[in-house]
């Protein structure tokens, strides 16, 4: 049950990766069919709010550390240029691959100029020219407003999804339906099943060791969560099911938890459980927190935060 204690900072941790907004267009494209999780960064969002800045510097990840160093590298500045960043993992011919999408206001022309001073040089694959960046990194302009990124076989699966032949985004119709539930938050992100049934497990701890869980999980469908910093923090997780039972057993595990960690809780620890409620609504498992910036910037500092995000 101690996994329990952890089940906000659990979630907020994986919500830290992704600042977003909705996607546009040419990103769609690009994104092959078969996902497992997209997550999006709102430069523009991160910028305007202190308390979202915070929580990226407390556990910026490394690709996208990384990313941002190649993008200097090449001339680009991702605190003026870029506007959104968007991560999406798939599955093609077995494997899973990364890519990364950003779009903003960039200087191609200009971009371009310099990196042939640079003597970078780029490969052509169909109408697209893929350039190096650095640890293996390639990238190509989709148009003045949209480049991607990624290792090479991962950047041609991009470059094949948008010229129709392999299968994008588009007609993923059960990861459509997700992302349209929650594109239009300032933070939003989506998982398929296979994420799902790990983020379940991770935020269960022991009580996924449960014969019953082995059952439930095939009932879980996909998930979604979105995240504001509107008058305060708010966070709402929702896992999809294939039934209202299964989203009722859910809530109810979690409840249990919630209320047996508030009873010997740590004073930070018991407020961020405090300030979370989980319920069911028809095939769907509901999670809500919702604090002030000051109360969520003391939980960013906190020990309980640092132990999890380690």
Same mark, same amino acid.
């Given at each position: 049950m101690r996994r329990f204690s952890y089940l906000l900072s659990l979630v907020?941790?994986?919500?830290?990766?992704?600042?977003?907004?909705?996607?546009?267009?040419?990103?769609? $494209?690009? =994104?092959?069919?078969? =996902?497992?999780?997209? =997550?999006? %960064?709102?430069?523009?969002?991160?910028?305007?709010? &202190?308390?979202?800045?915070?929580?990226?510097?407390?556990?910026? &990840?490394? #690709?996208?550390?990384e990313f941002e160093t190649a993008l200097k590298g090449v001339g680009v500045n991702p605190d003026s240029d870029v506007e959104q960043l968007t991560f999406a993992s798939f599955r093609n011919k077995g494997k899973t691959r990364i890519i990364g999408i950003a779009t903003g206001q960039f200087p191609t022309k200009k971009l371009l100029v310099k990196m042939k001073a640079k003597k970078i040089t780029g490969t052509k694959y169909?109408?697209?020219?893929?350039? &190096?960046?650095? #640890?293996?990194?390639?990238? $190509?302009?989709?148009?003045?407003? $949209?480049?991607?990124?990624?290792?090479?076989?991962?950047?041609?699966?991009?470059?094949?999804?948008?010229?129709? *032949?392999? *299968?994008?985004?588009?007609? #993923?119709?059960?990861?459509?339906?997700?992302?349209?539930? %929650? *594109?239009t938050g300032t933070v939003w992100s989506v998982l398929d099943q296979q994420g799902t049934q790990n983020l379940m497990r991770s935020t269960l701890g022991d009580a996924a060791k449960l014969a019953d869980f082995e059952t439930v999980k095939k009932r879980l469908t996909g998930s979604r969560y979105t995240m504001d910093f509107n008058q305060g923090v708010s966070f709402n997780l929702d896992v999809v099911t294939s039934d209202s039972m299964t989203a009722a057993t859910l809530s109810s595990l979690?409840?249990?938890?919630?209320?047996?960690?508030?009873?010997?809780?740590? &004073? +930070? *620890?018991? +407020?961020?459980?405090?300030?979370? $409620?989980?319920?069911?609504?028809?095939?769907?498992?509901?999670?809500?927190?919702?604090?002030?910036d000051s109360k969520f910037q003391a939980l960013l500092k906190s020990d309980l935060f640092q132990t999890v995000s380690r």
């Open positions: 907020l941790l994986g919500s830290s990766l992704s600042f977003g907004a909705a996607l546009g267009t040419s990103t769609r $494209t690009v =994104i092959p069919s078969d =996902i497992q999780q997209i =997550i999006s %960064v709102d430069y523009r969002a991160l910028r305007n709010s &202190p308390t979202a800045l915070a929580l990226k510097n407390q556990v910026l &990840p490394e #690709n996208l550390k169909r109408s697209s020219i893929l350039y &190096p960046m650095s #640890n293996g990194v390639q990238t $190509t302009f989709i148009d003045d407003y $949209t480049m991607i990124f990624g290792d090479t076989v991962a950047l041609k699966d991009a470059l094949d999804a948008r010229d129709g *032949e392999i *299968e994008s985004l588009n007609s #993923n119709g059960q990861m459509g339906d997700l992302i349209q539930s %929650v *594109e979690i409840k249990a938890g919630l209320l047996f960690r508030k009873s010997t809780a740590e &004073p +930070m *620890e018991k +407020m961020a459980l405090e300030s979370t $409620t989980v319920d069911s609504d028809s095939g769907v498992l509901r999670l809500r927190f919702k604090t002030d």
